[in-house]
T-cell receptor
Framework: AQKVTQAQTEISVVEKEDVTLDCVYE???????LFWYKQPPSGELVFLIR??????QNEISGRYSWNFQKSTSSFNFTITASQVVDSAVYFC????????????FGQGTTLQVKP | EAGVTQFPSHSVIEKGQTVTLRCDPI?????LYWYRRVMGKEIKFLLH????????ESGMPNNRFLAERTGGTYSTLKVQPAELEDSGVYFC???????????FGSGTRLTVV
């Protein structure tokens, strides 16, 4: 069975702090995709990143970075120098090959960045 | 290109009433998905259309939920009769292919009172 676990329910930081959101996944597929989505207070789900299982290179996009480690089945997300606008719920998700392409989401981590 | 559009954005109905949610996917996206997030929990898959056909409806909670996608364009999700536990945010997503990722709509917040 596929599963995504985001153990951190809520995180609160002060602006300019770095923060890491953890994501651990379970799958028997050899080919799969991992995603991060952001849900700001306005409600929509905003796509942040997609990574396939064969690409373990870490990725950096501005203040955002992602660390994918197959050995520990983790796909962690770090925000450097956090800002108030980063306050949102962040979801990690998994999509396996051979299925219908549906996403399995984690429970979400609510990040609050205080000024 | 226009994104995924969902109507209405909010709906408040009484228990026992019927509600119909609509999703307009990105033009040309054959794959359309419905998801739901109930209060504080994870976002859960409901079903997947490929064009007008239901590819996977394993996540539909019960027979009070009916999804259609006539003509392979927009989709509707009807809840009849609505129960209190149906309250939550219903998301629609579409994709050309899973390797291209998924685009989500803004969701419909359903409140059953």
């Amino acid at each position: 069975a596929q599963k995504v676990t985001q153990a951190q329910t809520e995180i609160s930081v002060v602006e300019k702090e770095d923060v890491t959101l953890d994501c651990v996944y379970e799958t028997r597929d050899t080919t799969y995709y991992l995603f991060w989505y952001k849900q700001p207070p306005s409600g929509e789900l905003v796509f942040l990143i997609r990574r396939n299982s064969f690409d373990e290179q870490n990725e950096i996009s501005g203040r955002y970075s992602w660390n994918f480690q197959k050995s520990t089945s983790s796909f962690n997300f770090t925000i450097t120098a956090s800002q108030v606008v980063d306050s949102a719920v962040y979801f990690c998700a998994l999509s396996g090959s051979g299925n219908t392409g549906k996403l399995i989401f984690g429970q979400g981590t609510t990040l609050q960045v205080k000024p | 290109e226009a994104g995924v559009t969902q109507f209405p954005s909010h709906s408040v109905i009484e228990k026992g009433q019927t509600v119909t949610l609509r999703c307009d996917p990105i033009s040309g996206h054959d794959n359309l998905y419905w998801y739901r997030r109930v209060m504080g929990k994870e976002i859960k898959f409901l079903l997947h259309f490929v064009k007008e056909s239901k590819q996977d409806e394993s996540g539909m909670p019960n027979n009070r939920f009916l999804a259609e996608r006539t003509g392979g364009t927009y989709s509707t999700l009807k809840v009849q009769p609505a129960e209190l536990e149906d309250s939550g945010v219903y998301f629609c997503a579409s994709s050309q292919d899973e390797s291209y990722g998924y685009t989500f709509g803004s969701g419909t917040r359903l409140t059953v009172v």
